[in-house]
Structure formats: C-alpha cells, structure tokens
C-alpha cells in the first residue's frame, strides 16, 4: 500500500486485516501478520487452524447469503464486511438476482477504501462507515439505501466475539430486530470453544493478542448464548451449528475439521 487511508495506524494490529491473512490476503501490515501468526501458533497448540476457521465462516456466509437470494430476499445489510475477497455477499446474491440491494457497513478506513473502490461500477451496492455499537445509526444509513418496508436480511460474520458485555450484544441484537418485517432474516457467525477446553492459558494467550488489537479484546459465546439472540425467530435447520455444518453439501471451501473450537452459524426468519 503506498498510501494508508487517514486514521490509519500501521503499528496497530486490525481484525480486519488480521482476518485477511488469514485468508491468504495482502492487504495487511507487519504488525498485522505479526499478530496473526501468533495466534495461529497458540490456536495449533490447542489443536485448532485459524485459517479454517476463517475459512469455515467464509463458506458459511457464501451459503446463507445463497440460500436468502434463492428463497427471494433481495435486501441484504452486512455489518463488519471486512476487507474484500473472494464471494463478497453482492457478488453471492447478485449471482442470484442482478437487482439485489447491498448496504455494506464497517469502521475499518482501509476497508472503506478497498471496498468504495471495488464498488465503483455497482449501483445496487454502497459501503458507509458505521461501528456496530451504534446499531441506530447504522440503520438509519441503511435506510437510504434499503427499504425496510419489505424484507432484509441483516447478515453480522464474525464479529460479535469482540463484544466482550453481553447486555450489550443483546441490545445491538434488539436495534438491528426491531425494523425488521416478516420474512426478514438475521444472519450470525460467533467464535467459540468446545467446553472442558483444557489449553487454558493458550485461549487466554489468543485473548491477550486480540487485545492488543483495534478489537481490544475476543469474547465466546456458545450455542444457548446464541440461541437467546434469537429467541423469537423461527431458526433455519440445521439450527445453531459450527460454520462448516450449515447445509455444507456444495462447501467451495475443503474442511478436515477442528477439534476444540472454531465459529458457529446461526440463521433466523422473523415470522
């Protein structure tokens, strides 16, 4: 990158970037690769590959934004988009449905960068700056773009783990609910760990990584944590699974398997 974006600090690992080398991207930094490379090697010593966790949750948001665009939703908001890669979720849905409306939102300004530029040509599809911590005003962007009169599916990957309050999910989860009509969808991704996980100190060494982060920590969540989000939604079969369950049959992505860990995918309906 010749030029950083303003408020750009290079010293300063981001998720964002963290996840794109993760995926084998190059737009990240020394401090960036630094950082993941680190938890790489603690998550290997608890036996876990970060890169299939990430790969884990890329496929599963290439399958529900699928499987939405085929079961006719053509409004998507997706919240935490991070840096660009292969299958973006306009790329996904207007595979589907050329007319397809996309509401990107993330607080990341090389993310921003990257993303207005791929966009440049795409009418149907915006990026705005917005911090899920501030869920009102994150819709009241998507409004100019969105018509939530008519369904939209509000897709959050990989992102709530670095809340570490829950009251506060559970609120954010509350804002982005309320403006959603029937046949609406809420789309999840949320790290985890098996439970008895006996590599104490190299989970808390992963922690201690994040929070030298722009996250400023990670936090789990496990599968009734999740299910309590979306109490009140009729739930998707096969239900709150790891990533790389969720109606796998067409995975682009190859998958051995984690042992102690990784993300689990949950898709609701608003009935």
Not at 8 to 20: G, Q
Request: aromatic share 8%.
């Amino acid at each position: 990158m010749a030029q950083l974006p303003g408020q750009i600090d290079p010293n300063v690992p981001s998720v964002a970037r963290m996840y794109d080398y993760y995926l084998g991207g190059k737009d990240n930094f020394p401090a960036d690769r630094e950082a993941a490379e680190q938890v790489i090697e603690l998550a290997r010593q608890t036996g876990s590959d970060i890169r299939e966790v990430a790969l884990a949750n890329r496929g599963f948001l290439i399958r529900s934004v699928r499987h939405l665009a085929q079961s006719g939703i053509r409004q998507f908001l997706d919240i935490g988009t991070g840096l660009p890669t292969q299958d973006n979720v306009h790329q996904v849905a207007q595979r589907v449905a050329a007319d397809s409306k996309i509401v990107y939102v993330d607080n990341d300004p090389i993310v921003l960068a990257h993303a207005r530029a791929l966009l440049a040509d795409n009418a149907e599809t915006i990026i705005v700056q917005g911090d899920l911590a501030e869920p009102d005003a994150i819709l009241a962007a998507a409004e100019e773009h969105l018509d939530f009169s008519r369904p939209v599916a509000v897709v959050v990957a990989a992102v709530f783990h670095f809340f570490h309050d829950d009251d506060q999910v559970a609120k954010i989860v509350a804002a982005l609910r309320q403006p959603l009509v029937s046949g609406s969808y809420l789309v999840v991704s949320h790290g985890y760990i098996e439970p008895g996980e006996s590599e104490a100190s190299k989970v808390d060494g992963v922690r201690g990584v994040y929070q030298r982060s722009t996250s400023g920590g990670l936090a789990w969540r496990g599968r009734e944590d999740l299910l309590a989000l979306f109490e009140g939604l009729e739930i998707l079969p096969p239900g709150v699974v790891p990533a790389q369950k969720w109606r796998n049959n067409d995975d682009p992505y190859p998958w051995p398997g984690l042992v102690k860990g990784g993300v689990l995918g949950v898709v609701g309906r608003v009935p």
